[in-house]
């Protein structure tokens, strides 16, 4: 049995491979599949990576290209999800912001340095026409550090995956001011390097088994009952996630690659692009 470690943040997206590894279709293929779920996200996952504290990582698209180009020796092996990730602007309940024009020069609350978080922030405020040199970062690490950044004025507003932070807006604790989707696919599956040349059939292996579950997974029975259980989420909003959502079971693409280095770069969230050969396991 080859044991394989892998990391992704604990939300509905992963599901699929909870399902797979419950359901032993790793096990089955020789294959020790070990999740870890990391809820500091993309910034904590990309260390991982770099470290070797996990082979795989389930990861923001955006995150991972700007850590590959700066050095993570990895590659992404698949898009995971297609769809974009909306990422709903967030600030505390009982906050003076009204409107995402308030929030122009006030302090956001990241999860880490490198984050998606973080990266969304800086796609936010050009969207917004805001000038992103003067962005201002709290780290908190985790959704529960955001809500304390939040509550005691450290930190002002929080982007973070809309259906994930909706309980937090529902009993209040939160107030939703707006959207940022992301201008890309939003989870790409990266491998380290040293993984993809040692072990190569075992990550065909494992991509093909969760390939297979993507796939199916909005036809299995009272998947969305299952998803509202395990993530805490209303039965409405998990059905309108699932409508939003699509998997993938392909490559990403160098136009994609291409249109995601280039707002990087104009952001100066990095300094130089990256080859594909580089950056996508081909």
């Known amino acids: 049995m080859k044991t394989i470690k892998i990391a992704g943040v604990p939300e509905h997206f992963n ?19 070990e999740w870890t779920d990391v809820p500091e996200g993309t910034g904590k996952l990309c260390q991982m990576l770099r470290n070797g504290e996990t ?21 992404i092996v698949q898009v995971y999800v297609q769809s974009p990730l909306i990422w709903g602007i967030h600030v505390d309940s009982n906050s003076k912001y009204e409107n995402l024009s308030d929030l122009e020069n006030t302090k956001v609350a990241i999860s880490r340095i490198g984050s998606g978080s973080q990266l969304m922030a800086y796609v936010n405020a050009h969207n917004q026409g805001w000038k992103t040199n003067d962005l201002q970062f709290e780290i908190i690490n985790t959704i529960d550090g955001a809500v304390e950044a939040l ?10 995956e809309r259906f994930m932070t909706k309980p937090l807006v529902d009993n209040g604790t939160f107030r939703r001011i707006g959207d940022c989707p992301t201008p890309w696919p939003c989870f790409v599956i990266a491998v380290r390097d040293e993984i993809l040349e040692q072990n190569p059939d075992a990550i065909k292996t494992i991509l093909n088994i969760i390939n297979q579950t993507t796939e199916e997974f909005k036809e299995i029975p009272s998947i969305d009952r299952t998803l509202a259980s395990r993530y805490n989420q209303k039965i409405e909003d998990i059905q309108e ?6 998997w993938s079971q392909q490559q990403l693409d160098e136009k994609t690659l291409n249109n995601v280095q280039n707002q990087l770069l104009e952001l100066s969230i990095i300094d130089k692009k990256g080859t594909f050969a580089s950056i996508v396991k081909s």
């Open 15 to 33: 599901l699929p491979w909870h399902l797979s590894i419950e359901n032993e279709e790793f096990e089955a293929e020789g294959i020790n599949l």
């Open 55 to 75: 082979d795989i990582a389930v990861i923001l698209t955006e995150g991972i290209i700007k850590d590959i180009v700066a050095g993570n020796p990895s590659k």
């Open 151 to 160: 509550s005691n004025g450290t930190a002002n507003y929080f982007m973070w």
């Open 241 to 246: 996630w699932l409508s939003l959502t699509e």
